[in-house]
């Protein structure tokens, strides 16, 4: 009774915690197998999504499934050992059969016509990032647009795999190698993380800024700088001339807005005395492409404050910008009515 009311306030927190709690309660005291198993798959189905509880997640889901052996209603067996399975994947406690498991299980479904659910659309998006890994641009996108696919399907629909899914595929598009369709790729990569960005209310601080929706802007910004570099492959190479992607147009979607009328503000960027990024070394050597995504704050002309919010692992670029950050002053004050409580912009390169 407590977890349905903590449920219908929208209380996600105390859910977990009544959910949990009866579980364990009748784990301890009763001996109705079905009752335990119907409360252990509720827990199951709530903790999943929340990185902090996915280990008693995977504990639920199983034992679930060993409860479960004979029909017990309110719990279906299939989305069960695809919930469990999907974690087992996102904690990487497997090698590729468990994957491998997960996604003929789902195809089934498919085949099955069984409705989208929760648990379906989340497994979907995991596959994605996990091939995503595996360098299997190819498979990540199509199991992201999967993932999509579900995740619209729900009433209401799952923001949360909407988000990740949007994101993988473009991911994707922008990392695969050049060819024939790459640019028209690129135009439909950058068209989802904007989609994806779109589902974001603004961010108001640095501290607590979405780290899903730092990933989509920092994606964004690569695939402008992927489209770039094509086009200047194309005029060297004198092939059709590209059109170049627009760089993100403005951060005025998830940065708070201070005043309604900023009419006459220039960018900060025409006050900054900004030196241009030492490339490290390290990505000159693996030729990748590299985006950092950043936030600052400013107090009279000087940067007071830095932070990195997204960056592609690997290269060396966050330890390059933040050495860069560290030199930028303004010329002038920023006007006071203009201010914004902090800023954001990229560094971009391709190697």
Not at 19 to 45: C, I, K, P, S
Not at 228 to 253: G, N, V, Y
Not at 316 to 343: H, I, K, N, V
Request: net charge neutral; charged share 25%; glycine share 6%.
């Amino acid at each position: 009774r407590a977890f349905v009311a903590a449920q219908q306030r929208g209380d996600v927190g105390a859910a977990l915690k009544h959910a949990e709690a009866a579980w364990n309660a009748a784990e301890q005291t009763l001996g109705d197998h079905a009752t335990t198993a119907v409360l252990a798959y509720n827990f199951a189905r709530l903790a999943t999504v929340y990185s902090e509880t996915q280990a008693q997640a995977l504990a639920a889901f199983e034992r679930t499934l060993q409860l479960s052996q004979q029909p017990i209603e309110g719990i279906d067996r299939h989305q069960a050992q695809i919930g469990r399975d999907e974690l087992i994947v996102r904690l990487g406690d497997s090698d590729s059969t468990v994957a491998d498991r997960l996604a003929q299980e789902l195809i089934n479904l498919g085949e099955s016509a069984s409705p989208a659910t929760d648990l379906s659309a989340q497994a979907w998006a995991t596959l994605a990032e996990n091939q995503l890994q595996r360098e299997n641009r190819e498979l990540a996108r199509e199991y992201a647009l999967q993932a999509v696919a579900h995740a619209e399907a729900l009433q209401p629909a799952n923001k949360r795999v909407l988000v990740q899914g949007l994101t993988t595929a473009a991911i994707a598009d922008i990392q695969a190698p050049m060819r024939g369709d790459s640019d028209e790729r690129l135009g439909e990569a950058a068209l989802r993380l904007e989609r994806a960005i779109d589902l974001f209310p603004a961010q108001t601080s640095l501290d607590d800024f979405d780290p899903r929706l730092a990933r989509a802007l920092l994606w964004r910004q690569a695939a402008a700088t992927v489209s770039r570099s094509r086009d200047r492959i194309a005029k060297r190479e004198r092939r059709p001339k590209q059109t170049p992607l627009p760089a993100f147009p403005t951060w005025s979607k998830v940065l708070p807005r201070e005043r309604s009328d900023t009419d006459g503000c220039r960018p900060l960027g025409d006050y900054l005395e900004s030196k241009p990024l030492r490339y490290p070394r390290q990505a000159r050597r693996l030729g990748k492409i590299g985006s950092v995504l950043f936030g600052f704050e400013v107090e009279g002309t000087r940067i007071t404050r830095s932070v990195i919010l997204a960056e592609q692992q690997g290269a060396g670029f966050a330890d390059a910008t933040e050495q860069m950050l560290a030199e930028w002053t303004l010329r002038e004050p920023y006007p006071e009515q203009c201010a914004q409580r902090f800023y954001l912009t990229t560094a971009s390169f391709l190697f």
